[in-house]
């Protein structure tokens, strides 16, 4: 949108960069720019993804806050409250909101009176480390196995490629759903621990699940950047000099490819929020009471018709929080990697 | 134990699939909600004729005679095509009527012996096969003689084993083998005498109650010898009623279409009205589509029935005309928690659970009056010689003061840990175990929910004795209008407590010979009223021992299509849609 043809013929030219945008900062100093601050000032450039940026960090606000208001006992996601139900109707909140007022500003569940707006904020906070861990350790594992892969090539990258090849044929939704009670069996053995009503190894479990379908893609992709990398010059010269592999694949290449890999891990994030959601719906995952925005939402749904805001509110917020980080995610990408351009 | 489990597996999908185990009775005098019976009125006269429509979530188990035990199947099966001795009357609003047999096969309800140890009846002349040849005294003796094979005919009630007068083995199991292998015939054969057309029965302890048993489950219908293909036989239907299976037979997973049979005779039967055509049963349709379908009220639909209960969540959709198309029922079902007995050994702490119990939320959460009330005991109120236990307020609230008093002095380190295992099923029924966990954390418990799926591992985990479960949901309703087939089927601990392998439907491993004893005595009093205040002097037990916590009593809430008339959810159909009337606007035209 606003990076136009200009843009494009200016990253060829760094100093004509750097020298336009301290002449539109008004400042004077020549000193040499990184290649993230470029990004940074790139990223600032476009209203959408500082919108995004601001709108993500105050759900992650929010969720790290959650716990802390939940210990001081400000949310309370657990009460009953049938008192502001109504019996008759078959226990829907009073009034024509969702039952919002001072103290629930949110409005409460049908049928049982819990506020939906503790209910929200603590499933955020579960949600999002569900997500942030699973990103955190599908880059992580797919980074390794591409930059591998990529790096010696041979019949190392045919055995990777052909795992990468037999983890995408697996049909994973039918896997999570048969192993889930075992697995978690297992891991309660093993010595995960359960945490509040489970909420550990549950939660652990998709993670797991979720990053080892989710390394193939991150694998290939770094996969390919490696192969150019790998005939520029400084490889060869570590090479010459005698560096270890490790070396090699963490300190000379891996420091070529946080671009893409910040990119990815920013699209990865609202997937796996999504992911999370949708297995809540086939009932995997962290179990009731304990809210997640994936079952808040899989409760309210049913709601469409019979309680309209508190179907709309949940459906609204999440809707909000993946958005906000796949626009993240956009400017992320457009900001480090403008030839790409939109 | 494993034949009970199927019924079982049934009563738990009833909180939220409505196809309940094999429960008469069922009343609706307990005030249940608008829409009841009072604006159900049957017709006698009304046109034949057009098709009934039944969508149906779950699948049928079986529509074998002695395997079925699934309430709104037994039901369907006795309307239109497995006949027994006798029978609840058809559309029967009036709850005492719809509890008393009136003879069907048989000319009158039966004879019994001074102390009900035999009972002959007398079959009508008339009454034929779909293929035309008459029903005969053989034809019931052999029917029922199938239960006893145990390994072919599963799933059903076998209470027939314990009752008839044949000797045990050296295993202590009858020593009939069924009709299959034909071991112990003879035994059978003195048991069960056929003399021209009047069979007699000969049980050895006193069945007083005999002719509801029939009434109300389809084991004692007679079967054909040359049809029966075993374990081949549970889908394929063999007819002596008003309807039989069209030529593209029963689909397990997507059901079947009966039609007219042409050898049934409206004058010789004339219990059943057999108004429709057809009637065409659609199996696996999603439970909140049941439901829309139903409210939108296009096409084939307008003659559509179904047994899945309203969500709450759709409770404000049920308004105007569709409200007219609803009804509201109290179900004979009852649902309960047991405490595990091999692990809250300590009475104080059962004693503070049970004050704890939020039965009032519980409710609330499940929808309310509409779905569900608090209950006071584990009998349903339908069931003759209910009694509400003063131990159980009727409002449901918990007593949380209670409850932490008895923790502290129970003298057990706090929060006490309780797992609380259940079957997985609506999101109402999360939310009504997440308002259970609420109060007990509340009263100084730490609860953990174990939700388990009903159909793949929760009677497994649940039944093993040994299960690291603290508290365990069930649901259960009287086979036939007796406490006798609540109570001991539940906590008699030697029919159910079976070496180390299973618990039966005794959960909680729960162990008494008081208990026991006071349960031999109440099934061999003949007097009823005796027996009555036997069972609540037992029920007292029971209560006092925490051998089970009351949760609620099960309401039925289900929609029907504009063009069904002659609509009746009655006591003598556990409360399911009686098909012996049921009927099409202008028949269909």
């Known amino acids: 949108m606003t990076l136009t043809a200009s843009n494009l013929e200016s990253h060829s030219d760094d100093h004509f960069v750097d020298a336009e945008a301290d002449a539109q900062a008004g400042r004077v100093d020549v000193e040499g720019r990184s290649p993230l601050r470029l990004a940074w000032a790139r990223f600032r450039k476009d209203k959408l993804s500082m919108a995004a940026l601001v709108v993500t960090t105050i759900f992650v606000l929010c969720a790290i806050s959650s716990p802390i208001l939940l210990k001081l006992g400000v949310l309370d996601p657990y009460t009953n409250h049938t008192d502001l139900l109504v019996p008759e109707t078959g226990f829907f909140p009073r009034g024509a909101l969702g039952g919002i007022s001072i103290h629930h500003p949110m409005g409460v569940e049908p049928q049982i009176g819990r506020d939906v707006l503790s209910r929200l904020m603590l499933g955020a906070t579960l949600s999002l480390t569900i997500a942030l861990a699973a990103s955190l350790i599908t880059v992580a594992f797919g980074t390794v196995a591409g930059i591998i892969a990529g790096f010696t090539g041979g019949i190392v990258d045919g055995i990777i490629g052909r795992i990468i090849d037999l983890t995408l044929a697996f049909p994973a939704t039918l896997m999570l759903l048969g192993l889930s009670q075992v697995a978690v069996d297992k891991m309660k053995a093993i010595g995960i621990p359960n945490g509040p009503n489970g909420a550990f190894v549950n939660g652990f479990y998709i993670v797991f699940v979720l990053a080892v379908f989710g390394w193939p893609p991150v694998a290939r992709l770094i996969r390919g950047q490696v192969l150019t990398i790998r005939e520029r010059e400084f490889v060869d010269a570590a090479i010459l000099m005698g560096a270890s592999r490790p070396r090699i694949y963490f300190k000379e290449i891996l420091p070529n490819l946080w671009a893409p890999l910040l990119v990815y891990f920013t699209l990865l994030m609202p997937a796996y929020v999504s992911a999370e959601a949708a297995l809540s719906f086939l009932g995997v995952g962290i179990k009731n009471p304990t809210p997640t925005l994936g079952n808040v939402l899989n409760s309210a749904v049913q709601f469409a018709i019979g309680d309209f805001f508190f179907f709309f509110i949940p459906a609204a917020i999440i809707a909000a929080i993946v958005i906000a980080f796949n626009l993240l995610g956009d400017g992320a990408r457009d900001a480090l990697d403008p030839r790409a351009g939109r | ?589």
């Open chain 2, 1 to 589: 134990m494993g034949t009970n489990r199927k019924r079982l597996v049934a009563a738990a999908a009833s909180m939220v699939v409505a196809v309940g185990v094999a429960g008469c009775g069922g009343d609706s005098g307990s005030g249940s909600g608008p829409g009841d019976q009072s604006s159900q009125t049957v017709k006698a006269d009304v046109p034949k004729g057009g098709t009934v429509f039944s969508l149906e979530q779950s699948v049928t188990q079986s529509w074998d005679p002695q395997r079925t035990y699934t309430g709104r199947d037994l039901s369907n099966m006795n309307r239109l095509f497995s006949r027994g001795l006798v029978m609840f009357p058809v559309g029967a609003t009036d709850p005492e009527e719809g509890a008393t047999p009136i003879p069907d096969l048989a000319t009158d309800t039966g004879q019994a012996n001074e102390d009900a140890t035999q009972w002959s009846f007398t079959l009508k002349d008339g009454p034929k096969w779909q293929d035309g040849k008459p029903i005969t005294c053989e034809d019931l003796k052999y029917g029922m003689s199938r239960t006893f094979a145990t390994d072919v005919i599963t799933g059903g009630p076998n209470y027939i084993i314990g009752y008839l007068d044949i000797p045990q083995d050296a295993n202590g199991e009858p020593a009939y083998k069924g009709p299959y292998t034909g071991e112990g015939q003879d035994l059978y054969d003195k048991a069960v005498t056929c003399d021209g057309n009047t069979i007699t029965y000969r049980f050895k302890k006193p069945w007083p109650d005999f002719p509801l048993a029939i009434a109300s489950l389809r084991s004692f219908d007679p079967y054909r010898q040359d049809q029966d293909k075993g374990a081949k036989s549970q889908l394929v239907p063999f007819s002596d009623g008003p309807y039989k299976i069209d030529d593209a037979g029963w689909n397990a997973d997507t059901g079947g279409t009966f039609i007219r049979n042409d050898q049934w005779d409206a004058t010789e039967d004339t219990n059943r009205q057999a108004n429709p055509d057809k009637f065409t049963f659609t199996l696996g349709v999603e439970a909140e589509v049941v439901i829309d379908r139903l409210i939108a009220d296009q096409g084939d639909d307008a003659s559509a029935i179904s047994t899945r209960n309203v969500t709450p969540a759709q409770f404000p959709q049920i308004t105007g005309d569709v409200a007219a198309r609803a009804v509201d029922f109290a179900s004979p079902f009852s649902n309960y928690l047991v405490p595990n007995f091999n692990r809250v050994t300590n009475l104080q702490v059962r004693q503070a659970l049970a004050a704890a119990t939020d039965r009032a939320g519980y409710s609330a959460a499940l929808g309310g009056d509409k779905a569900s009330k608090p209950s006071q005991s584990i009998v349903n109120p339908s069931t003759p010689g209910y009694v509400a236990n003063p131990a159980y307020s009727a409002d449901g609230k918990p007593d949380i003061e209670k409850a932490k008093q008895l923790l502290e002095q129970s003298g057990e380190t706090l929060p006490y840990p309780i797992k609380l295992t259940y079957p997985i099923g609506s999101d109402a029924s999360e939310k009504a175990f997440a308002a259970l966990k609420a109060s007990y954390d509340q009263a100084g418990f730490d609860v953990t929910l174990d939700g388990l799926d009903p159909s793949g591992p929760y009677y497994d985990t649940i039944q093993k004795p040994g299960s690291d479960s603290d508290l365990i949901w069930g649901g259960w309703g009287a086979d036939w209008p007796s406490v006798s087939t609540v109570i001991p089927p539940l906590f008699d601990s030697r029919i159910n407590i079976v070496g180390k392998s299973s618990n039966g439907q005794d959960y909680g491993n729960y162990k008494s010979d008081a208990a026991n004893a006071a349960m031999d005595a109440a099934a061999a009093e003949t007097d009823l009223d005796k027996a009555n205040q036997m069972w609540a002097d037992l029920d007292n037990l029971l209560v006092q021992d925490v051998a089970y916590i009351p949760l609620d009593v099960s309401q039925f809430y289900f929609l029907r299509g504009s063009n069904v008339e002659n609509y009746v959810n009655a006591a003598s159909t556990s409360g399911y849609p009686d098909l012996g009337v049921i009927s099409v606007k202008d028949g269909g035209k």
